[in-house]
């Protein structure tokens, strides 16, 4: 008896730690099938982004597939703002952790679309992707 309530908590943990796994499983085949019309696409904890031309798509990742979907051009966009922790920072020279923000200030928006990212380095990757198309949409 006393044997088996030393191993219920890891029993216990093991089916918690196999759920989550085959959660996040469900998560990244629903991306998967989600991202294959998109140009290109990206895929975190936080967030789901996919880029086709220059409309730009974002959710929230879930085992069904994203939710909250909201879209919008490229061609709206005024500034690309990377933060971190809050705070604004340098696309070249990202701080390797922390929560990052992709913030995009649109022209008939008064608030920013702020896209979350677990990695500042991808999301420094992303905004200057973004600011190249939007230099050649700008001047194209």
Request: overall charge neutral.
């Amino acid at each position: 008896m006393e044997h088996g309530l030393l191993w219920l908590p890891l029993l216990i943990f093991f089916f918690w730690l196999a759920w989550s796994g085959w959660n996040e499983y469900q998560k990244v085949e629903a991306y998967r099938l989600w991202a294959e019309p998109f140009d290109r696409a990206k895929y975190d904890i936080y967030a789901v982004l996919g880029q086709k031309g220059s409309d730009l798509t974002w959710g929230v990742p879930t085992r069904k597939g994203p939710v909250n979907l909201e879209s919008f051009s490229l061609r709206d966009v005024e500034a690309i703002r990377l933060l971190v922790n809050g705070q604004p920072v340098s696309w070249e020279a990202p701080p390797g952790k922390g929560r990052a923000v992709l913030e995009l200030s649109c022209i008939n928006r008064e608030q920013p679309i702020c896209i979350p990212f677990t990695e500042p380095p991808l999301a420094a990757k992303w905004a200057q992707h973004l600011q190249r198309e939007l230099n050649l949409l700008k001047t194209g």
